[in-house]
């Protein structure tokens, strides 16, 4: 398998540009990449990467060759699937991505399950909530939650997330209880705002009488991870739009109490990404069938404990 490792690592570089980056990617160091490449060129007898200290740029050779690897790879691993299949025994590694909230709390919980019932698969699961992207990534799966872009990939939705807007009763008692949406601006409230690289703006869309309505919002904090959110609005800082999954065990508990119930947020589409080559592993599929399956009956039951 030598060979196969060696074009894999060749195929991560010129997707990445990135010796040290393809490395990470394949949990090798980036001497060990630089040298399997190396010894692929020299049985190759050409030069696949021209190289300077601030660039790896593939050459026409490396461009040829990247077609033909990626069709060798794709052909073994057609090959070990149609094994898996008869064998019913699906083996590698998985490479998956989620939310920081929903990975934490829905996805991973289910992981130690389907390694027990798969144990000759390996997750490795990223948790960030930057957009990822799928291909250059090397993904196998990645769970998105909300609008999605269009694009070559296959989507498979999950479940709808209930979401709503809520507070620290701290917070109600000092700043009032916003009724509407239109409580919401013209600064008579502080909401708390997650903002991701390239966000130009803060719009909450909310349900209101005439239909979904969006909702210019603004307020003195914001952070690119939710929970960082949820725990200024534990202090009393300000006013939270989140799934309910996220903080059903803060309104169990009353530290967080609904507001503004005449205009909740749409819900939140959870979906599924995933290349289509990637749906006939049997590992892929068995994932994406069995993390739907959990992930709606986890949603569903913190659906109902939205209060009425």
Same mark, same amino acid.
């Given at each position: ?19 040290s980056s ?9 001497a ?10 020299k ?24 077609t ?25 590694s ?20 389907f ?19 799928? %291909?250059?990534? &090397?993904?196998?799966?990645?769970? =998105?939650? +909300?609008?999605? *872009?269009?694009?070559?990939?296959? #989507?498979? /939705? ?5 979401r ?14 916003p ?9 008579k ?9 390239g ?8 349900? %209101?009488?005439? &239909?979904?309505?969006?909702?210019? =919002?603004? +307020?003195?904090? *914001?952070s690119?991870?939710?929970? #960082?959110? /949820? ?43 995933y ?8 590992k ?8 739907t ?8 039951n913190?659906?109902?404990q939205?209060?009425r």
């Amino acid at each position: 398998m030598a060979y196969v490792d060696t074009l894999r690592v060749f195929v991560r570089v010129y997707e990445l540009g990135s010796m040290s980056s393809a490395a990470r990617d394949q949990r090798v160091s980036p001497a060990v990449a630089s040298s399997r490449v190396s010894e692929l060129e020299k049985h190759l007898g050409v030069r696949l990467f021209n190289r300077t200290t601030r660039s790896l740029q593939p050459t026409e050779h490396g461009k040829a060759f990247y077609t033909g690897a990626l069709g060798i790879l794709d052909a073994i691993q057609a090959a070990e699937s149609a094994v898996a299949d008869l064998t019913n025994q699906p083996r590698g590694s998985l490479f998956v991505s989620a939310p920081l909230g929903i990975g934490k709390r829905v996805i991973a919980p289910h992981i130690p399950t389907f390694k027990a019932l798969y144990p000759e698969v390996d997750l490795r699961l990223r948790l960030s909530d930057r957009k990822v992207d799928v %291909t250059a990534e &090397g993904l196998d799966v990645a769970f =998105v939650l +909300g609008t999605l *872009e269009d694009s070559s990939l296959r #989507v498979r /939705t999950v479940a709808e997330c209930a979401r709503l807007l809520c507070a620290a009763p701290a917070y109600v008692e000092r700043r009032g209880m916003p009724e509407t949406g239109r409580d919401l601006v013209a600064d008579k409230h502080d909401c708390l705002l997650l903002r991701f690289p390239g966000a130009l703006e803060f719009q909450w869309t909310l349900s %209101t009488e005439n &239909g979904p309505q969006k909702f210019d =919002v603004r +307020g003195p904090f *914001e952070s690119d991870d939710g929970d #960082v959110l /949820t725990d200024w609005a534990l202090n009393g800082s300000g006013i939270i739009n989140k799934p309910v999954f996220e903080v059903s065990e803060h309104l169990a508990s009353g530290a967080l109490i609904p507001v503004a119930v005449a205009h909740p947020p749409t819900a939140i589409q959870l979906s599924c990404l995933y290349q289509h080559k990637r749906l006939q592993d049997p590992k892929v599929r068995l994932l994406i069938d069995f993390m739907t399956a959990h992930c709606k009956a986890a949603l569903d039951n913190a659906g109902t404990q939205l209060p009425r």
